[in-house]
């Protein structure tokens, strides 16, 4: 069974996996149209505006000048809505005084929640891995919390130093609070929409809470241990075949039939078991996962899933902008007053670490990852995923999993026609006319591609690198990358990705049209 799919096979512990996160740089052209969105006047603007196109359209042209600003904004500029640490990332004091102060963190709080209430703490979860095969497991555990009546409680997220962006790398790690990188219950938030009838009534789950609260109401002496390595061998099929429904249904009918209010799950020694989570990453890359998306869409762990607030000023700062609607140029596009994610076709352009991987993958032979494998998606029932035989398939998998720059072009075009052609189309709908490259690349294939794409007719091109960022945005870029593919009319993602897997999982629950979900 081929179960490495974003992480190479490895040998360190349990929690600490290989990862590769892409490393994002921010534009450092003057936003000169902020002024624009403020009630300046054309008239107003006119001389800066001729004189100063001309100087940044070569400026920003240019590779170098993108690492420019990433270098400003990692040496000490300021940060809005938080501080810098000692190594010039943010240090996220106000969200962390924000957590503290969560209205759950009470143990006066009356039954399921407070001193008396019922709290779950995975140990066994995964760190020092990617983001995105850190976030589809907490998120599967915060519903298994949700569905056991027991609050779910929520940890920091601790980069692999490798690619944590802010060097050097604090000693002992480097660690980004979740509600820097989401929001919604997994992190605090209510179980139920505002004004819901069931809060109305008083109905409602036990809201998740911090690692600190937890140590607080649930002493070690007062906590229950239990070991995956115990669970694993007596659900059907055992540790490495279990079914996602089987696992999530013995996991429920233990935590529901335990009496203790706290429980902690815990990993063994790494050589009994070096994938120790309840929902593993052998279950992730395989189809087995495919049991749970009915009941895991429609659990409000995913129907409440939104951007924290820290991603969600950085896209709104980036439109109100005009990044995505092209109104940065000395000209304006007639169109741009539109909503550009209307008009969007999002890439997932998986570059750096990626190059090797996806040579593993082919040789290993490795299925898709995630959501990615769900029947109902267009390139699924197309059969695009590679069936043939020893090297032609390891070719086709490297052209759909690393695709070159004609490969690039070709396919967006293909998509682009789909889409127009699709069974709901409807002479209404907008024409695609923006493309963002949501990508780690960031040498001479990525100029080459932005070249090739606009001498096939696309001229509103905007990549990872474009967008303006604060000190906390920078952080959480990989999350800013996901909102954007979230929120574009049409995404083309990498199905070995979880990065990828999550947009998908995320724009099916936002009801996107499946037609709208492709890959490269």
Not at 266 to 274: H, K, R
Not at 321 to 331: A, D, K, P
Request: aromatic share 10%.
């Amino acid at each position: 069974m081929h179960i490495c799919q974003e992480i190479f096979c490895c040998r360190r512990s349990a929690v600490r996996l290989s990862s590769s996160l892409p490393l994002r740089m921010v534009d450092s052209r003057i936003p000169w149209r902020a002024y624009l969105s403020h009630g300046a006047t054309l008239r107003r603007l006119g001389v800066v505006l001729l004189t100063f196109s001309v100087a940044s359209l070569i400026l920003v042209a240019h590779p170098t000048t993108r690492a420019k600003g990433y270098t400003l904004l990692s040496s000490g500029l300021p940060v809005a809505g938080g501080g810098m640490g000692n190594n010039g990332g943010p240090s996220y004091n106000e969200l962390r005084r924000k957590i503290q102060d969560l209205p759950q963190h009470n143990l006066d709080l009356p039954f399921p929640e407070g001193k008396n209430g019922r709290y779950l703490r995975f140990t066994a979860t995964a760190n020092w891995i990617g983001w995105n095969n850190v976030l589809n497991e907490r998120l599967m555990n915060a519903h298994l919390a949700y569905t056991t009546n027991r609050a779910y409680v929520f940890t920091e997220y601790w980069w692999s130093p490798e690619h944590y962006q802010f060097k050097p790398v604090p000693e002992g790690g480097a660690n980004t609070p979740m509600p820097a990188l989401l929001s919604g219950p997994a992190v605090g938030g209510p179980w139920h929409p505002p004004n819901s009838s069931a809060i109305a009534n008083g109905v409602s789950p036990p809201r998740a809470v911090s690692e600190a609260y937890w140590n607080n109401v649930c002493p070690q002496e007062s906590r229950r241990i239990i070991n995956t390595a115990d669970i694993k061998p007596l659900i059907p099929g055992g540790r490495d075949n279990a079914d996602g429904r089987d696992i999530l249904a013995y996991w429920q009918k233990l935590l529901l039939d335990a009496p203790e209010r706290c429980i902690e799950i815990v990993p063994p020694e790494w050589d009994v078991d070096n994938f120790p989570q309840v929902f593993d990453l052998r279950l992730w890359g395989s189809t087995r996962i495919l049991t749970l998306w009915d009941e895991f869409s429609q659990s409000p762990v995913s129907t409440l899933l939104g951007p924290s607030d820290i991603v969600q000023a950085a896209v709104t700062t980036n439109l109100d902008s005009g990044v995505f609607s092209g109104r940065t140029r000395w000209w304006w596009p007639a169109n741009w007053r539109s909503d550009p994610f209307e008009r969007m076709l999002a890439i997932h352009l998986r570059r750096g670490d990626f190059i090797d991987h996806c040579r593993n993958l082919a040789n290993w032979g490795s299925g898709y990852y995630g959501w990615a494998n769900l029947a109902f998606l267009p390139d699924i029932k197309g059969g695009r995923f590679p069936t043939s035989e020893g090297e032609q398939r390891k070719a086709e998998v490297m052209a759909q999993c690393l695709p070159d720059v004609a490969g690039i072009v070709s396919r967006v075009g293909e998509v682009a026609r789909d889409w127009r052609l699709r069974p709901a189309a409807t002479k209404d709908d907008n024409e695609l006319d923006i493309i963002y490259l949501l990508t780690n690349e960031k040498g001479d294939f990525l100029d080459e591609l932005v070249a090739a794409l606009k001498l096939a007719g696309w001229r509103n091109i905007v990549t990872t690198r474009d967008l303006y960022l604060t000190i906390e945005q920078v952080d959480v870029s990989l999350a800013v990358d996901m909102e954007i593919a979230r929120r574009a009319e049409v995404f083309i993602g990498n199905a070995w990705s979880s990065f990828s897997s999550n947009v998908i999982h995320q724009r099916l629950v936002a009801k996107k049209d499946p037609w709208s979900v492709r890959f490269s």
